[in-house]
């Protein structure tokens, strides 16, 4: 099988088969079976078929290369991508902008767990959703007549946004050029603006739904900044042209600026020598002699630096870093299938897959920066996960805080810990939300002070939701076995610890925050758990109402808790597994470390040391041991009274109440002087530019109004003089007119007769001529 | 029979059929209103099928079909109009100006269709509406300066009877706004035509190029003879291009103020054309034109009138002058990325549904002026080309895009305002529920503004973008920051307008589903804003050759003019310094 | 020298004409019966035609070699005929109507051209 023409028919058949469902969802939607039922069998088997596709796929590969590289050595023989194109958009000289494909493993274990999870969720919601099949009856949107809103289910749309999703998200991760990335990123994002605005009526769901795509669009600014200096002095987008420029194979695949770096910094050296040589062949040949020095003069360097952190501003807002990551918790206003496939498992994972795919153009600035945003976002989001009562925003902070994990891992070196943690995160917090609303479902409220003691009505959930909150805890036996949260933070950690080792000071902030936030998190997920489903039901209505769900939504929970589990695990024997195959997949020259000034970025394989691996085992599973002892004491046993910390630490609460202040802030901040600059600018326009408009025209009528004055007083007042003289005269001699012909006549013949006589006196012959 | 297939059958058929139409209408009782609509309408796809021909690819030298890959103006028309002063009736095309032209019928035929709701004086409008497409279809194939300034001014004037008569309630203020900024810009256009005119001479340029000119031999023959004597003016758009890039250009003669001809004459044509795009600070008009014309005279103002400004630009401006280009680059560039952002934060404050589409095609335009004038070709850069071709094809994209965006736009608008009668943004809402497919298509076309990948508006607006940082970093970031406050203006509207819970405004019971003929007008805006989203090179095939030509005539100008001048400059400077 | 003695001439035919004309001119002005004052314009006209006719005779002129071609004199007094003719015409009908408004033919009642 040759995997250069088979992988990219497989793929992208598998990445447009959800495309057309969307398109015969968008067409017949509402006929397809009673009430557009079919709409989500279509949807359901697109997607179906893209994971078989994708297995298929996968099976390829593996057939061709098995593990062909060890765990994190240095490749024997790396392999390469199958990297090619569909079709350009535009072509420009040496410029073009086209629709590809970059597909090694990581694409494949990407698309595998993408299709999974999507087609585990797709059958999820004939449950969740099965009320949009009839008539519905919203009870948080309330008339203007005072009854709640009534209006047509819309089965059939939801799946025709999320085949539409699915289409976007496998399109962004099979990208072959940054180009191609963005245009699936804006897609994945609409789509999570549509899902998020499900519920069209509610005013909070379409707030969330605009909050969504603006706070993603101002990180797709930074993303356009670094595309644009990308562009501008690479001349490429495509992953394979970019990664030769930044890693060139003659460097050993070390980072280097690129000539076309160095030449667009250098542009005034570069002018100079261009306007000194007329021939452009000594001027071409001066210039590519000067571009070393450049070079180690420092210049382009920065050019690297802003297209990572451009790219990696992008990301910020996709995967919810500090300070964009305020969007995703109102993201949960949306159907909590979307929460579990868009806002969990895959869209907002794009963000840590892009600085995954991306990893090669990062420099050691870079990373440190990628490292701390991890690092804040990931502590920020676990506290305000603490004090959460609303079980589906605290599984967001967790979202947010897990994705910190991710990228605090890519940061400091651990590319593949970062990725492998975004498998696992997605199977455990997709469970999770499915979890989260198979109870919501069940009682109707998403406020966990309602909830409680939900584990007798609803076994299943509460089983698979222990499951989950379990893995994302990192629960295992050190150094032997464990969930697969346990194998994927523990190498982050690791990782973290290695860079520890280089970089004293920043290294152990960072560690010690990575592990408190592990504490943290196995706290807020027993909580979690705790206030759901142990104990006594805290509200008899919800209670008595609860059920467990139906066969659809609890077989798909099923099925990703027992991923949650072995997830993390290789197959006996054979040594396949996620890690392993997603390290077949290292950009080439990041399996060693780099030292720049700033940071000193470790190898992968640094971590991998039993030194540190047995501290930090330990280490992570006295913490998480820690969170759920603390939360088993507040929540569990009940021997601990929650309210009593409140009270003592009643700023603390309040402050992580508010989610640390970042809606008002950038209500003040941002939103606000936007909306003034708008007004200032609209009123600008109607009073100034207007103003001077009209005052233009006005000045033009005055003078006309002089104008006329003039007219009517001096010059229509001396043509009337002239007028009334000629008409006195003209008075005075119609006594000749008498009327009389013979008069006339009389006059005539005088006249001629008087003009006869005065010639023939005054004719002078002489003056005549003759 | 007159042969269909010689260029001045075909081209003239195309311009002045709508006129024919006109003229024949006058001979119509008035009382026949529907029967004269249908008839506009007839004439007006008749137009366009003529222009879809036009524009099919595959076409020769004796084909009236478009000759795909040829940057060259094709299918040339040059007979004598004024020939004592050296006027042509001299019409052609090229890939930038066809798109243009095919746009201009199909939103003329558009908006011909939505005019049925129009009930007054309809045979005085069918009559106006169509002189209006003959001035617009011929100021885009006129390669005769003063035939573009006459076909200019003949658009002018029915515009203003449109919007003066079947507008809204503040119609004359908004018309006379329209035509004293209009005629003002085209004003200063007429000085600086009659500038370029005085100052040009067929004489200095080489005799080889006549031909490709398309110089009337009449004009060429006296440029023969005359060779020491009196110069010999001229209109023809090509030959002043040739002029503007000789290396002893007649149009560097310092005109006033140590400033040459053509920077004169530059300025007065930008400033001319910018009225027309309508570029901040100049662009007032247009908020209140839209706001008071009837529905079909938007789309075809914010669809077509618009792009005058830019054809203008790209076809005018920067060919025939361009040392005074390089030199203003920056304010052609400035003015771009002020609009857009100014527009942008305007139409985020109105309360007028109308009035904010209106801004936001200030917003859309200035990539337009942004994307044409991003001189990449500089020394620092070795004279790069691609990046400027990137900008002016995505400039041209953009026009057409927003041709189809904000055409659609302006009659979704007008959909609900036939229903409603009101257009304030704040009491609307829930018109998901009632109207599901004005809706679905009201998403695809404002998602098409907002420039979502898949759809028209994205390509033009990112390949702009994209462009732009070769030529100054700080507009680049003004450009990309863009992208959030359109995301903000748009989707704040959607909310308003079609989410919620239910209708907030007046006339809550009139508000029924789309009728088929407003389907079927929206339907091919939405199909043509799917399809160049989808497979942009549809459109880029026809522009690439042509922007490709313009681009690489300026950077050969640049090489063999400029550059030995910055040579100089350079050296002088370095023996200044000690 | 006598007119009376010479050969005719030029002369005589001019003072034919003149004596025509003058009789026409002091009968234009005396007569107030409108048909009266038609005839004293035939008079004048036929005097001026007289002057023409003579001045156009080869025989009668100072360089008759000359003048074989010149017509002119006879055309204009054709001219002048039909113009007389149409005149009268004319004149007959202005006169017809002006007795249809006044039952008179006096000139003198004619005066609503008085300024």
Same mark, same amino acid.
């Given at each position: ?21 969307f398109a015969l969802v968008v067409l017949f939607g509402p006929w397809m079976?009673?009430r557009g039922?079919?709409a ?92 949009e099949?009839?008539v519905v009856?919203d009870?948080?949107v309330?008339r203007a007549?005072?009854?709640?809103l009534k209006r047509r289910g819309r089965f059939h749309r939801f799946y025709q946004y999320?085949?539409l ?25 609409i789509c999570?603006y549509l899902l998020i605005g499900f519920y069209i009526e509610r005013q909070?769901a379409s707030n969330?739904a605009n909050?969504?795509f ?557 | ?20 139409? $006109? ?18 309408f ?18 020769? $030298? ?44 199909f939103l003329?035929m558009l908006a011909m269709a939505a005019s049925f709701t129009i009930q ?48 809204g ?29 005085? $100052? ?90 839209h706001v008071?014309a009837p529905t079909p005279i938007s789309m075809i103002l914010a669809g ?21 280009? &390089? ?14 952002? &100014?527009?942008?934060?305007?139409a985020?404050?109105q309360k007028d549904f109308k009035r904010l589409v209106a801004y936001s095609s200030?917003?859309h ?36 895009a927003h041709g189809i965006s904000s055409a659609g736009m302006f009659f979704l608008v007008g959909v609900i305002y036939d229903r409603v009668h009101h257009r304030d943004l704040d009491r609307f809402g829930g018109l998901f529920a009632k109207m599901p497919v004005y809706s679905g298509i009201s998403m695809v076309i404002f998602f098409a503004a907002l420039g979502l990948?898949g759809l028209c508006g ?28 359109t995301a903000?203006y748009i989707l704040w509207t959607i909310q308003r307008v079609y989410l919620g819970p239910e209708y907030k405004g007046p006339h809550g019971e009139a508000i029924t589903r789309m009728t088929r003929r407003e389907i079927a007008i929206a339907a091919p805006l939405v199909a043509l804003a799917i399809v160049l989203g989808?497979?942009?090179? $549809? ?40 | ?17 003149? %004596? ?55 055309? %204009?007094?054709?001219?002048? %005929? ?34």
């Open positions: 099988m040759d995997l250069s023409t088979t992988l990219p028919i497989l793929l992208g058949l598998a990445w447009l088969l959800p495309l057309a469902s079976g009673r039922v079919g989500g069998y279509l949807a359901t088997g697109a997607i179906a078929a893209a994971f078989v596709l994708s297995f298929v796929a996968l099976l390829g590969w593996l057939g061709q290369h098995g593990l062909a590289s060890g765990e994190h050595g240095a490749h024997a023989d790396p392999i390469p991508p199958v990297a090619g194109e569909w079709y350009a958009l535009g072509t420009f000289g040496a410029l073009t902008i086209t629709i590809g494909y970059y597909i090694d493993s990581l694409t494949l274990v990407m698309f595998m767990m993408v299709t999974l999870v999507a087609t585990c969720i797709h059958v999820y919601s004939f449950g969740y959703m099965h009320e099949l009839g009856t009870p948080l309330t007549n005072g009854r709640p999320f085949s999703f699915c289409f976007s998200m496998l399109g962004l991760v099979l990208a072959g050029n940054v180009a191609m990335v963005f245009v699936f990123w804006e897609l994945v994002g999570s909070s969330a909050k969504a603006i706070v993603n669009r101002v990180g797709d600014f930074g993303m356009l900044i670094g595309m644009m200096v990308l562009w501008s002095t690479l001349g490429t987008f495509s992953f394979s042209g970019i990664f030769e420029q930044v890693r060139p194979a003659a460097s050993g695949h070390a980072l280097v600026v690129p000539d076309g770096m160095v030449r667009a910094a250098a542009a005034d050296e570069v002018e100079r020598i261009v306007l000194a040589n007329p021939n452009p062949a000594i001027a071409e040949r001066n210039i590519a002699a000067q571009v070393p020095a450049w070079r180690e003069a420092g210049h382009g360097r920065w050019l690297l630096i802003v297209a990572g952190l451009g790219i990696f501003c992008g990301c910020v807002g996709k995967s919810a870093q500090f300070p964009l990551h305020v969007w995703l918790p109102d993201a949960m206003e949306g159907p909590t299938p979307v929460s579990a496939l868009i806002h969990a498992a895959t869209m907002v994972a794009a963000g840590v897959y892009l600085v995954g795919r991306f990893y090669p153009v990062f420099t050691p600035e870079v990373l440190l920066v990628i490292a701390c945003v991890g690092a804040i976002t990931l502590f920020m989001a676990a506290t305000i996960a603490i004090t959460a009562t609303d079980i589906k925003r605290v599984l967001a902070y967790s979202t947010v805080s897990q994705l910190g994990y991710m990228m605090l891992g890519l940061g400091v070196g651990g590319w593949v810990a970062g990725l492998f943690h975004l498998i696992t995160h997605a199977f455990f917090k997709s469970l999770l939300f499915l979890g989260s609303g198979s109870v919501i479902h069940a009682c109707g409220t998403n406020e966990m002070p309602r909830m409680g003691g939900l584990r007798r009505k609803m076994p299943w959930t509460a089983g698979t939701m222990l499951v989950g909150a379990l893995a994302i805890s990192g629960a295992g036996i050190p150094l032997l076995i464990g969930l697969s949260g346990y194998h994927s933070k523990d190498a982050i950690l690791a990782q973290v610890f290695a860079f520890r080792k280089d970089n004293p000071g920043q290294g152990d902030l960072l560690f010690w925050i990575a592990a408190m936030g592990a504490a943290i998190t196995a706290f807020y997920m027993f909580r979690l758990w705790y206030m759901t489903f142990a104990g006594e039901p805290r509200d008899a209505h919800a209670a008595a109402h609860a059920h467990e769900s139906p066969r659809s939504m609890v077989a798909p929970l099923v099925v990703l808790a027992a991923l949650a589990v072995v997830g993390g695990w290789n197959v006996p024997w054979t040594g396949l597994g996620v890690r392993p195959l997603v390290d077949q997949a290292r950009p080439l020259g990041t399996e060693v470390g780099m030292t720049a000034p700033a940071a000193a970025i470790p190898a992968e394989s640094a971590s991998h040391e039993p030194a540190i691996h047995r501290i930090v085992s330990w280490i992570a599973f006295f913490a998480a041991l820690g969170g759920f002892l603390v939360a088993t004491g507040f929540y569990g046993l009940r021997q601990l009274d929650p309210e009593k910390v409140r009270r003592v630490l009643a700023p603390v609460h309040w402050f992580l109440k508010n989610k640390w202040f970042f809606d008002e802030l950038y209500r003040w901040v941002f939103v606000r002087p936007t909306l003034a600059a708008a007004r200032v600018v609209a009123a600008l326009d109607r009073i100034v530019l207007d103003g001077l408009a009209h005052g233009a025209a006005g000045l033009v009528r005055l003078v006309s109004r002089l104008d006329d004055l003039i007219d009517r007083l001096i010059v229509d007042r001396l043509v009337n003089a002239v007028g009334e003289w000629t008409y006195a005269t003209g008075l005075r001699l119609r006594a000749v007119q008498s009327g009389n012909l013979r008069q006339y006549v009389m006059w005539i013949a005088v006249g001629t007769v008087g003009l006869f006589v005065l010639v023939s006196l005054f004719w002078n012959y002489a003056a005549a001529g003759n | 029979m007159p042969d269909l297939n010689s260029p001045i059958v075909f081209l003239s058929l195309i311009v002045f059929l709508p006129a024919a139409a $006109a003229l024949a209408l006058g001979f119509v009782p008035g009382g026949w209103g529907d029967r004269i609509k249908g008839f506009a007839a004439t007006t796809v008749a137009v366009f099928l003529l222009t879809v021909w036009l524009a099919l690819p595959g076409g020769g $030298a004796d084909s009236m079909r478009f000759a795909l890959g040829d940057g060259q103006m094709q299918k040339t028309v040059s007979v004598d109009w004024i020939p004592s002063f050296n006027v042509y009736y001299f019409l052609g095309i090229d890939g930038i100006s066809l798109p243009l032209v095919v746009l201009t019928s003329s007054r004086h309809v045979k005085a409008y069918c009559i106006l509406f169509l002189l209006l497409e003959t001035g617009m279809l011929g100021v885009f194939m006129a390669l005769d300066f003063f035939l573009f300034y006459v076909l200019w001014e003949v658009m002018l004037l029915p515009m203003y009877f449109l919007i003066g008569v079947w507008g309630p503040r119609r004359e203020y908004a018309a006379i706004k329209f035509f004293l900024f209009t005629l003002a810009g085209s004003v200063l256009m007429l000085i600086a035509i009659l500038m370029l005119y005085f $100052a040009s001479d067929v004489r200095k340029l080489p005799q080889a190029r006549w031909d490709a000119c398309h110089l009337s031999s009449d004009v060429t023959a006296r440029a023969r003879i005359d060779a020491t004597g009196e110069p010999v003016h001229t209109f023809n758009l090509l030959a002043l291009a040739e002029m503007g890039r000789l290396e002893n250009s007649p149009f560097d003669k310092e005109l006033l103020w140590g400033k040459s001809i053509q920077w004169w004459a530059f300025l007065l044509l930008l400033v001319g054309f910018l009225v027309k795009v309508p570029a901040v600070p100049i662009h007032t008009w247009l908020p209140d034109a008071e077509v009138l618009l792009k005058m400004g830019g054809y203008g630009i790209i076809r005018i401006c920067y060919p025939i002058c361009p040392d005074a280009a &390089y030199e203003l680059a920056w304010l052609v560039c400035g003015i771009g990325a002020v609009s857009m952002v &100014y527009g942008a934060l305007a985020m404050a200030v917003s335009m200035g990539y337009v002026v942004l994307g044409l004038g991003v001189w990449s070709i500089t020394p620092g850069n070795l004279l790069a080309t691609d990046y400027w071709k990137l900008g002016m094809n995505g400039a041209m994209f953009q026009m057409i990948p994205f390509i033009g607006e990112v390949f702009v973008v994209l462009s732009v940082w070769k030529y100054s970093t700080a507009l680049a970031v003004v450009a990309a920051s863009v992208v959030i406050l903000g989808v497979y942009p090179r $549809a459109l880029l095939d026809y522009t690439k050759p042509s922007v490709a030509q313009t681009v690489d005539n300026l950077a050969g100008w640049m090489e063999r003019v400029k550059l030995p001048e910055l040579r100089d400059r350079a050296a002088m400077e370095e023996r200044a310094r000690p | 020298m006598s007119l009376f003695t010479q050969p005719i001439g030029l002369t005589h035919y001019l003072v034919v004409g003149a %004596i025509l004309f003058a009789a026409g001119v002091v009968c234009m002005v005396t007569k107030r019966n409108a048909i009266g004052v038609l005839m004293g314009i035939e008079l004048v006209l036929n005097g001026a035609n007289l002057n023409f006719v003579a001045f156009a005779n080869p025989a009668l002129r100072a360089d008759p070699g000359r003048a074989v071609a010149w017509m002119d004199g006879h055309m %204009i007094a054709l001219f002048v %005929i039909v113009l007389a003719a149409a005149e009268a015409a004319v004149a007959l009908a202005i006169v017809l109507s002006f007795y249809h408004n006044h039952a008179s033919v006096d000139v003198d009642e004619a005066d609503e051209l008085k300024g």
